[in-house]
């Protein structure tokens, strides 16, 4: 058992998802970070000059009132936070966008390198001279098998 799981851990596949694991975590803190500081200031403004990130629905503790999330949780207060979720949906969309733009370039530059394979000429097969073609044929009838052995005399008829 294992040496079959370090034969599956040490696999090429394994190692190309770990990186792309790491390049995935590092990229979700420059999409947060997009979304967070760039992208959601403008719309909260646009909808009433709020954060979405503060947006939530208090289920206990209704005799307090509490301000912002934080300070809900703080105090313990069960909460729907769907200003989180509404960030969390907008993150979703800016990575499936920014990975659809990528697998699409992608895609493009392997219809071009196909096109330009088939583009190509076929390498020219050289001529072989008559010498060589016989030599050729002389060969492959030799390599074949069932033909009289050379041990064996002809026989005399």
Known sequence: MLKEFREFALKGNVADMAVGIIIGAAFTTVVRSLVDDIMMPPLGALFGGLDFSDYFIQLTMRDRDFTSLAEAREAGAAVIAYGSFANAVVQFLIV?????????QMNRLRRMMER??????????????????????????????????????PSAT
């Open 96 to 104: 499936a966008a920014a990975l659809f733009v990528l697998v699409r």
């Open 116 to 153: 330009e394979q088939a583009a190509k000429p076929e390498p020219a097969i050289e001529k072989l001279s008559r010498e060589v073609e016989l030599l050729t044929d002389i060969r492959e009838l030799l390599a074949r098998p069932g033909r009289p052995s050379q041990t064996q005399p």
